[in-house]
T-cell receptor
Framework: DAGVIQSPRHEVTEMGQEVTLRCKPISGHNSLFWYRQTMMRGLELLIYFNNNVPIDDSGMPEDRFSAKMPNASFSTLKIQPSEPRDSAVYFC??????????????FGAGTRLSVL | GQQLNQSPQSMFIQEGEDVSMNCTSSSIFNTWLWYKQEPGEGPVLLIALYKAGELTSNGRLTAQFGITRKDSFLNISASIPSDVGIYFCAGHAGGTSYGKLTFGQGTILTVHP
């Protein structure tokens, strides 16, 4: 299996621009999670989906952030407009939610976002 | 909400030394997981624990699920330079949380050759 695939790996943009981060979960996994990692705040859960439906978006910092999962193999996290304080590494993770190893989350390599 | 306290925050050790880190929770977890994150990569699972009292090894790594279900520890024996990274504990509370994990703050491990 190819694992969780995120794109782009690096994104540099200017304040005010729209940013779209993409994630392809592991095939057959039915939960998907978006995280943000910074030195100050560590690993923060932003939003997660189960069977393509958003379950909890309470971690989304502001209305500028939105996430979609149009099908089981694709999700996006959008920031519009972006601000310098959004600079961080954004991770996507997926989980199979079966018995036994169901709670294990498998992470992508992340997208490093820099907003100038 | 649930919180995990992971300690220590960082460790600087010499190659060959043993390492121990732990996590404590304010509430009970049904699953404890330990992840390692290397620079420029996402966290990778090291060990998964599913039962109170369970002791599991993965090579030089050993982890235990605390009897109270509110804590877990990870030991690394005979550390080597490639053990460098950030180690995270994570817990799952069960119920209808759809696999949501609570993560510790991480332990940054530096190994001097």
């Amino acid at each position: 299996d190819a694992g969780v695939i995120q794109s782009p790996r690096h994104e540099v943009t200017e304040m005010g621009q729209e940013v779209t981060l993409r994630c392809k979960p592991i095939s057959g996994h039915n939960s998907l999670f978006w995280y943000r990692q910074t030195m100050m705040r560590g690993l923060e859960l932003l939003i997660y989906f189960n069977n393509n439906v958003p379950i909890d978006d309470s971690g989304m910092p502001e209305d500028r952030f939105s996430a979609k999962m149009p099908n089981a193999s694709f999700s996006t996290l959008k920031i519009q407009p972006s601000e310098p304080r959004d600079s961080a590494v954004y991770f996507c993770a997926s989980s199979p939610l079966t018995s036994g190893s169901g709670n294990i989350q498998y992470f992508g390599a992340g997208t490093r976002l820099s907003v100038l | 909400g649930q919180q995990l306290n992971q300690s220590p925050q960082s460790m600087f050790i010499q190659e060959g030394e043993d390492v121990s880190m732990n996590c404590t929770s304010s509430s009970i977890f049904n699953t404890w997981l330990w992840y390692k994150q290397e620079p420029g990569e996402g966290p990778v699972l090291l060990i998964a624990l599913y039962k109170a009292g369970e002791l599991t090894s993965n090579g030089r790594l050993t982890a235990q699920f605390g009897i109270t279900r509110k804590d877990s520890f990870l030991n690394i024996s005979a550390s080597i330079p490639s053990d460098v990274g950030i180690y995270f504990c994570a817990g799952h509370a069960g119920g209808t949380s759809y696999g949501k994990l609570t993560f510790g703050q991480g332990t940054i491990l530096t190994v001097h050759p």
